[in-house]
């Protein structure tokens, strides 16, 4: 019981640093870069950025925090539209659905905040804005993206939705160089952290 009362105080405080910061600061990019450095001690991982969706689609990492010799930085890199495909921007504004990736077990959940009952599904952008959210929540990963993932060094990857007036603006993203899961607590937290910075 200890153990969990140091969890919720650490998740406590987090959501609280950031609420205080991003009150302080009307500095977008200040914002930012808190919040990257912030969730990536929370969660332990070796890469947490912030993806910003350009007018015309195209994406750019516009902060980023990086543990020492595991990832390579992607801080700056532009991105085309194309990148992140249209069935994926779709699911992220219909559902406000956060991705994680497993490379090792070729995986994706999509967790949504409805939290429907996952299904293996191919997805398709007709799937997304046609099909029942609960037909569209699990299924095997594509293999550009495990290929995109591991030339990068990425074992897991998690992604929420920044939104901004019911559109999506970016991505909160975690990578991280071994297999890992992510908890339903943390993903909460992740969620509201996307919340604030919106």
């Not at 950031?18 to 969660?43: C, G, H, K, Y």
């Not at 539209?81 to 659905?97: E, G, H, N, S, W």
């Not at 299904?119 to 959210?133: C, M, N, Q, R």
Request: glycine fraction near 4%; charged fraction near 25%; aromatic fraction near 4%.
């Amino acid at each position: 019981m200890p153990e969990d009362n140091f969890l919720s105080n650490r998740k406590a405080a987090l959501l609280a640093r950031m609420t205080n910061r991003i009150r302080r600061s009307l500095d977008l990019q200040e914002i930012l870069n808190a919040t990257v450095i912030e969730l990536r001690a929370f969660l332990q991982t070796d890469r947490t950025k912030v993806y910003r969706f350009d007018p015309d689609g195209h994406g750019q990492v516009i902060a980023e925090s990086s543990a020492r010799n595991r990832l390579p930085s992607l801080l700056g890199l532009h991105y085309p539209a194309d990148d992140i495909p249209l069935q994926a921007r779709a699911l992220f504004v219909k559902a406000r659905t956060r991705s994680i990736v497993n490379v090792g077990e070729q995986r994706i959940i999509f967790n949504s905040l409805t939290q429907p009952q996952p299904t293996i599904a191919d997805l398709t952008l007709a799937d997304v804005l046609e099909k029942p959210l609960e037909e569209t929540i699990s299924r095997p990963v594509d293999p550009c993206h495990i290929q995109y993932l591991t030339e990068m060094g990425v074992q897991s990857s998690l992604v929420v939705p920044i939104l901004h007036q019911q559109e999506l603006w970016g991505l909160l993203i975690s990578h991280h160089a071994e297999p890992r899961k992510i908890d339903e607590e943390d993903l909460e937290i992740v969620q509201i952290l996307a919340d604030q910075v919106a």
